[in-house]
Each structure stands twice: as structure tokens, then as C-alpha cells.
């Protein structure tokens, strides 16, 4: 299973900075634990770690990714962001490079827009701020978590269990959704301590707070030779193609 496991200190202090190396080496343990408890037949993984810092706070981070073949996990750092990112961005080159580009130009808000399935986090290096986004459907939706020192991000539930960020407690509407119709409601996890980052919620990490932020639900509309028709694609054939704020009927320019 590729995936990461972000962890946020809250309070930066000279001790956390001396022990943000150990952070990133727990994590990587952490994920460790959970691709030894998951079948892999025939496929080997390599375990990473690293940090980002800022005055105030520091991120540590450690991804799982197969060692050969197709992988769902991308990272991308410059001196102003670092990005990771679950799943893909329908754009020519690198997806998680344009999610970088796209967030500087115009916010978590032109991220969402992205034609793509994916997840990512994003930590913007010149205000020590965090922003975690889905794509407009969250068809990748991210997980979150927050206890007292720290907020914790991935893709998977299993890795907040495994780095002992969540308690093992069931959501049992969500449990029984899962089993009668083979989804959650609403994606919630099955957890209670975790929450999903769905396509109209955005998570800011600032201060030593997040903040969970709801962003309209969002279709395209396309016009062309079949019509209006409300997608989350492109539509083929079409001459325009032109995005509308769900509930408000309200027809905008894409970013």
C-alpha cells in the first residue's frame, strides 16, 4: 500500500526541534507496522522519511512506496511549498508539480478545480501555514485527525491506528453503511476519531489550530452538439465548458 503519514506539532520548541529527526523515524515505523499486517504478493515497498520547518512549527512526514511499477504517492518541494500528494492530476507533466503551480497562482481553491482524483497536502513554507485538499468529488478524500499535540493527515485510516494517533472505536452508522452498500456515508471512516476531508472541505493548519473550512460542491457544465450536461470530466465535443456553484445556480469561469 502506498501512502504517507504527515504529523503536525502544534507547539514548536527547541525540544521538538531536537527531536523532529525521531518524529520522522516513528512514523516511518509506524508505517512499517502497517505493511506487515497487509498482504503484498510480490510487491516490495521502501519506507521514507523527512521534515519541513518553519519558526513556529515543524512537519515530519514518512511515505511507503513500492519499490517498482505504478505509484500513487509524489512529492515536490521548492523554497516557498512542499506538496504530497495521494493519486493523480489529469495534466501534462507532473501532477503533484502542478498542484505546487496551482496553488501559488490561486489558493486551495484553484486546487480543488483540478481535473484529477487525489488528495494532497500542502505546506506553505513563507507563513508556516498546512492546507490538506481533495479534488472537487473526493474521490481521494484524505483522513484527518487531532489530538492534544498534534494533527495528523493521510490516506488511510490504518496509519493512524498504527502510529497510535486514534483510538481503535468504531462509527457504527458508518460501519453498517460499509457492509449493507459497500460505502460509508458521506465517506466518514469507520473510526470515530477520524474525520474525512471530502471534495467541499478544505483543513488549514495555522497558529496551532486547524480549522476545517466547507467549500460549495462544484459541477461542470459543458455545453455542446448533446446539450447541457452536468460532468465531472471533460466533455467530449464540447465547445465551452463553464462551472457552477451547486445551490446557488450561479455560472463562473473556471480558475
Same mark, same amino acid.
Given at each position: ?60 512526514? $514518512?511515505? /511507503? ?6 505509484? =500513487?504517492?509524489? @512529492?515536490?518541494?521548492? *523554497? #516557498?511549498?512542499? !506538496? ?47 492546507? $490538506?485538499? /481533495? ?6 478524500? =484524505?483522513?484527518? @485527525?487531532?489530538?492534544? *499535540? #498534534?494533527?495528523? !493527515? ?102
Amino acid at each position: 500500500m502506498d501512502t504517507f503519514l504527515i504529523r503536525v506539532n502544534k507547539r514548536r520548541t527547541q525540544e521538538h526541534a531536537d527531536t523532529d529527526l525521531h518524529a520522522a523515524t516513528d512514523l516511518q515505523d509506524a508505517l512499517k507496522r502497517v505493511l506487515a499486517a497487509l498482504p503484498h504478493v510480490g510487491m516490495a515497498f521502501s519506507v521514507n522519511n523527512g521534515a519541513w520547518h518553519s519558526a513556529e512549527a515543524a512537519v515530519t512526514w $514518512a511515505t /511507503s512506496l513500492p519499490t517498482s511499477g505504478p505509484c =500513487l504517492v509524489s @512529492a515536490f518541494e521548492d *523554497d #516557498a511549498l512542499g !506538496v504530497l500528494m495521494f493519486g493523480e492530476v489529469y495534466a501534462p507533466g507532473s501532477g503533484v508539480a502542478k498542484v505546487a503551480d496551482v496553488y501559488a497562482q490561486g489558493g486551495a481553491a484553484a486546487v480543488r478545480m483540478l481535473d484529477g482524483c487525489f488528495g494532497a497536502v500542502l505546506w506553505d513554507k513563507r507563513n508556516g501555514t498546512l492546507v $490538506a485538499v /481533495s479534488d472537487m468529488v473526493g474521490q481521494r478524500a =484524505l483522513r484527518w @485527525a487531532e489530538t492534544e *499535540d #498534534a494533527v495528523w !493527515v493521510t490516506p488511510h485510516d490504518t496509519c493512524l491506528v498504527a502510529a497510535g494517533a486514534v483510538r481503535i472505536e468504531f462509527d457504527f452508522v458508518s460501519a453498517l453503511s460499509s457492509l449493507v452498500v459497500e460505502n460509508s456515508v458521506q465517506a466518514k471512516s469507520m473510526l470515530v476519531d477520524v474525520r474525512g476531508l471530502e471534495g467541499n472541505h478544505v483543513l488549514r493548519w495555522t497558529g496551532s489550530r486547524a480549522t476545517p473550512q466547507t467549500r460549495p460542491h462544484v459541477a461542470f457544465g459543458c455545453s455542446g452538439p448533446g446539450g447541457d450536461r452536468a460532468l465531472s470530466g471533460v466533455c467530449p465535443g464540447a465547445h465551452d465548458r463553464r462551472v457552477f456553484r451547486m445551490g446557488e445556480r450561479k455560472l463562473f469561469d473556471p480558475l
